[in-house]
């Protein structure tokens, strides 16, 4: 049983990673959290790009505990928004010490957006993997556009608002076996999968 640790303390992601992570890796594996470590206090994502910020929890996790870590950052890129909101995704409307959730986030992408044509944009995701002999960073992408409103109860984040051109359908609305197939965070994890299959067996 090889242990991992995934710094983040959201349960409903570890839970995502590990459902796609149990379809491609070979070998019995375990997911800690940074809750499960004791790890105290926030990291300070500080990076510019989606790579940069999940070597930074990456490393802060394995730090702590020794263990082999990954960490994921993800967010989403709109094309007539310069590529926001970007590494800001999940604070994205932020601000004044508020501290935005998905709705409100999507709110304001919404509005962003209503002069727009171009809807087009893509989820990206970045996992970074570190050990004692070893690092890289993976990435996954999927592309879509923002829907004029929310559908569906499913997923978080933008999900609601983004339709899928592979998927021909919102996220908010596929179910979540269905999703983890084809998203950015899946191709992420896939192509992590890939390489801890070649390093544990």
Known sequence: ??????????????????DILSRHLNFEFEILTLDDI????????????????AMIKASAAFGKSALPSFADDSGLEVDSLGGAPGIYSARYA???????????NNALLLKNLEDKENRDGQFVAAVAFISKDTSFVTRGEVK???L????????????????SYE????????PREEKNKISHRARAFEALAKVLNEKYN
């Open 1 to 18: 049983m090889v242990q991992f640790v995934f710094a983040s303390r959201n349960k409903h992601k570890a839970g995502e990673v590990a």
């Open 38 to 53: 004791g790890f105290e206090g926030e990291i300070i994502e500080d990076g510019k790009t989606f790579e940069e910020n």
């Open 94 to 104: 932020s601000k004044d010490g508020f501290d935005a959730d998905d709705n409100d």
């Open 144 to 146: 879509g556009r923002i």
């Open 148 to 163: 004029h409103e929310p559908q569906g109860n499913g997923g978080f984040g933008y999900d609601p608002l983004f339709f």
């Open 167 to 174: 998927a021909n359908e919102c996220f908010g609305v596929l």
